[in-house]
């Protein structure tokens, strides 16, 4: 097998893990296996896995240092685009199925719950993210400044993990458990950023 | 017989009048269900209660949804954990404990403390603090009519309640979510008024353990947490008694918790809610719709104090 071939296989593997959570919930879902509430378990569901491709994005980079694979790096934007996919239709759940676009009651929300007007303001910051992932982008942008742009990222996730604490009613420990990763990830970066200086 | 074995009866089924729980009948049917082979639906007994006025006629939640989605963290913080985990509780045989502003203190066999009422279905709108809703036929007994014969004294202002603390069974009781065993409480007066039942069943039969066998109360005009499952406790009290919520996040759940759109939970809107089963959410209406009944109770107080 050529290289090139190789390459497509492996771009499909990863393209098919994205997916596979979202088709995974659209068979429940047909096969009416989301329990009482279907509305709600489609938004639960969407928004955890955003939140864990995030964190799989933020491990690319160290797992590509770590383990001396610097192609891995490539599938960056892919798991990206896929959060930030996830996480748009966790947001349009939210709008257009469980507020049927009241958009007063989602104003009050944004305004008054914590934990939505949190959610809402990282999906803002994850937007321009997500818009400037092509090639042309960086170009235009130039990379420094491409680069500053999606540093936001490491503002973006712990937020995600917050507005997650802040919904849970009594047990915090899922969402403890993602802080703790993010930690993880973004401790590892600090030290690989002292070490190198 | 009237309470008899087998799922052949439906919450349609009721008779006229004149059903009692009696005591040796209720006991032989539980244990004749198979020593618990824990309350799974082979041991559900057909119960039937009297019809009531108090009853909406909307239509009622599946059975399903009923018991298949419970808020009941002893057995885990899913909604689906409740059906899976629940049915390694032994709900008999079962005492219940009445202490405190009473003449008739002592520790009671569940059958002694339901002996000789007459089991009513309500079919009642129940309201969960997180915004969704659900109508559920329960059967059970005004509350009222089974404190009364233990002559709470002039000094009992409240009664509070407590759930079985049983880790052994209860497996979400290994980890403290909340603070064990869970409590709950009501005011004289809440306790007293004729929709405040006890239920120990629901669509014609034993309630499921998930759904908080074998006895747990009901108070639709509250957040269905106020509805505390599997009760093992009931004391007659000076104080107001501490809640499990309320002591978990009080800035989050008062003591009353009465159903209110106007009120909001500090973390979401209680203004409308999503009937298990329906698409669009509906406004929630205040007291849950039962303010006719119940409102009186709280005239001159201000319920964004004391809410």
Redesign the interface.
């Known amino acids: 097998m050529d290289r090139k071939a190789r390459e497509r296989i492996v771009y499909a593997a990863v393209w098919l893990a994205c997916l596979a959570p979202l088709l995974w919930l659209a068979w429940r879902g047909y096969a009416g296996e989301l329990?009482?509430?279907p509305?709600?378990a489609v938004i639960r569901k969407l928004g955890v896995w955003g939140l864990r491709l995030l964190l799989v994005g933020l491990a690319i980079s160290p797992a590509a240092r770590i383990l001396r694979q610097p192609r891995l790096i490539r599938f960056r934007r892919t798991v990206g685009l896929f959060a930030f996919s996830y996480i748009l239709l966790h947001l349009s759940t939210y709008i257009g199925?469980?507020?049927?676009f009241?958009w007063a009651?989602i104003g009050?929300?944004i305004l008054?719950?914590?934990?939505i007007t949190i959610g809402m303001a990282a999906f803002l910051l994850l937007t321009p993210l997500a818009a400037t992932s092509f090639n042309g982008a960086v170009r235009r942008l130039g990379p420094k400044r491409w680069r500053r742009l999606h540093q936001l990222i490491y503002l973006i996730v712990p937020m995600g993990v917050v507005h997650y604490y802040?919904?849970v009613?009594?047990?915090h420990r899922p969402p403890l458990i993602y802080g703790g990763i993010v930690a993880a990830l973004l401790g590892w970066r600090l030290w690989a950023a002292r070490k190198s200086a | 017989m009237l309470i008899r074995q087998g799922g052949d009866l439906t919450e349609n089924d009721v008779t006229p009048r004149g059903i009692y729980l009696r005591r040796r009948e209720f006991m032989t049917g539980v244990a004749g269900a198979g020593l618990a082979l824990a309350a799974g639906p082979a041991s559900a007994i057909a119960l039937r209660g009297e019809p009531s006025r108090y009853s909406t006629d909307e239509e009622k939640t599946s059975k399903d949804n009923v018991t298949g989605y419970n808020n009941y963290y002893e057995f885990g913080v899913d909604k689906s954990d409740p059906a899976r985990n629940a049915g390694a509780l032994t709900t008999s045989p079962w005492t219940v404990k009445i202490d405190g502003e009473c003449d008739k203190p002592g520790t009671y066999d569940l059958g002694d403390f339901l002996r000789g009422n007459t089991l009513q279905e309500r079919i009642y709108r129940l309201r969960c603090v997180e915004g969704w809703s659900m109508v559920i036929p329960w059967l059970g007994v005004p509350l009222a009519d089974l404190l009364k014969p233990y002559g709470p004294t002039s000094k009992a202002k409240y009664v509070a309640f407590e759930t079985l603390e049983r880790p052994s069974e209860m497996i979400g009781q290994r980890r403290s979510v909340l603070y064990w065993p869970y409590r709950e409480g009501l005011r004289m007066d809440e306790a007293m008024n004729p929709l405040t039942i006890m239920a120990v069943g629901l669509y014609g039969e034993t309630l499921p353990n998930q759904n908080g066998a074998p006895m747990r109360l009901v108070v639709p005009w509250k957040y269905g947490f106020k509805s505390i499952k599997s009760i093992v406790r009931i004391s007659f009290t000076e104080k107001q008694p501490p809640t499990a919520w309320n002591r978990s996040a009080a800035r989050e759940y008062g003591f009353y918790s009465n159903v209110n759109p106007e009120v909001d939970h500090p973390r979401w809107s209680q203004a409308t809610e999503r009937r298990i089963g329906e698409f669009r959410r509906r406004p929630t209406l205040m007291f849950n719709g039962y303010g006719e009944q119940v409102a009186s109770m709280y005239r001159g107080m201000d319920l964004r104090k004391f809410f």
């Open positions: 329990g009482a509430n509305i709600e199925v469980d507020q049927f009241d009651a009050k929300d008054k719950r914590p934990y802040l919904l009613k009594a047990d």
